[in-house]
């Protein structure tokens, strides 16, 4: 089981850092592939958690549902590989910057959390608590992220609308 843990979080790493740094293509469908193969070794992780449920929704909605967004955005924009930019210091310090935020927020939690310590909560991979819990605790920041999907669906929607000229209306 170990290995398999160190397989995965591998995978998830590397798959992760090919979203971002692709040496293969500068093609945003070759990113988004990526990203598709971190989670589903992501929900590899989750299976050997014992939360099967949610390995299932983050292989079902995410590498379904929300991949597919992406393309459908990708697609409808029509983007282009990305030609070079020039190399901008304002955008490189403040990326520079969040990337060493991250970095401290991780060895701050890293530190204070207790590793040698094992905690097993009761039902923790099922799917009644969870759906209990999403349901009464978290429905409100539940109900946020669906509008927020809507949202971004009628926007790319009405982005990728062509304008209609005066011959076609005739």
């Known amino acids: 089981m170990e290995i398999l843990f160190y397989i995965f979080s591998t995978l998830t790493l590397l798959c992760g850092a090919l979203v971002v740094f692709n040496p293969f293509s500068r093609n945003p469908v070759t990113s988004a592939m ?3 193969l971190t ?8 299976v050997l958690l014992k939360a099967f449920f949610l390995a299932a929704v983050q292989i079902l909605v995410y590498a379904g549902a ?3 967004l992406f393309l459908f955005v990708i697609m409808l924009l029509n983007i282009k590989e990305e030609e070079r930019q020039r190399f901008r210091k304002f955008g490189a ?18 530190m204070n959390s207790r590793a040698g310590e094992r905690s097993v909560a009761n039902n923790a ?19 946020i992220v669906s509008l927020l999907l809507l949202v971004a ?8 609308k062509t304008p209609e000229t005066e011959e076609e209306t005739e």
């Open 125 to 143: 991979g099922e799917t009644k608590p969870l759906g209990e819990l999403l349901f009464t605790h978290y429905v409100l920041p539940f109900e």
């Open 39 to 46: 989670i589903i070794c992501m929900s590899g992780l989750f």
């Open 153 to 160: 669906m009628v926007g790319c929607i009405l982005l990728s």
């Open 66 to 68: 929300v991949i597919v």
């Open 34 to 36: 990526f990203l598709v």
């Open 93 to 110: 310090f403040l990326g520079a910057a969040a990337v060493a935020g991250l970095a401290w927020i991780l060895v701050t939690t890293m």
